[in-house]
């Protein structure tokens, strides 16, 4: 089975960046969409930036602009790029795969802290 481990958080500063890591155990070439996904203390978890094998990428309104999601199909691993991050974006970070209809293999997940 697909694991995957994230990495990369931190505390930071708001206005500061930080660039989030997903390693897979295995290869995601053919994982139709992967995604970010975060979850705030006490709210539900939300999707942040997902992108297709091809290289499609989306994202939800507040961090659009902000946020940049890849993925490295070769090497196995997807990245997301932060910037510009405000208190509001303090959550665990979450990767997840969705060869089909529903989201799987979810990682351990990464704290991202954004605290002046």
């Known amino acids: 089975q697909l694991r995957l481990v994230e990495s990369g958080g931190g505390l930071v500063q708001p206005g500061e960046a930080l660039t989030l890591s997903c390693a897979a155990s295995?290869?995601?070439?053919?994982?139709?969409?992967m995604g970010w996904h975060r979850q705030a203390v006490g709210k539900q978890r939300e999707l942040v930036a997902t992108m297709t094998h091809w290289g499609f990428a989306n994202y939800e309104d507040s961090v659009r602009g902000r946020f940049t999601i890849s993925r490295d199909n070769a090497g196995n691993m997807m990245y997301l790029q932060m910037n510009n991050l405000k208190p509001e974006d303090t959550a665990v970070y979450y990767c997840?795969?969705?060869?089909?209809?529903?989201?799987?293999?979810w990682g351990q997940g990464t704290q991202v802290t954004v605290s002046s």
């Open positions: 997840a795969t969705k060869p089909d209809n529903e989201w799987r293999d």
């Open positions: 295995e290869s995601i070439s053919s994982i139709v969409v």
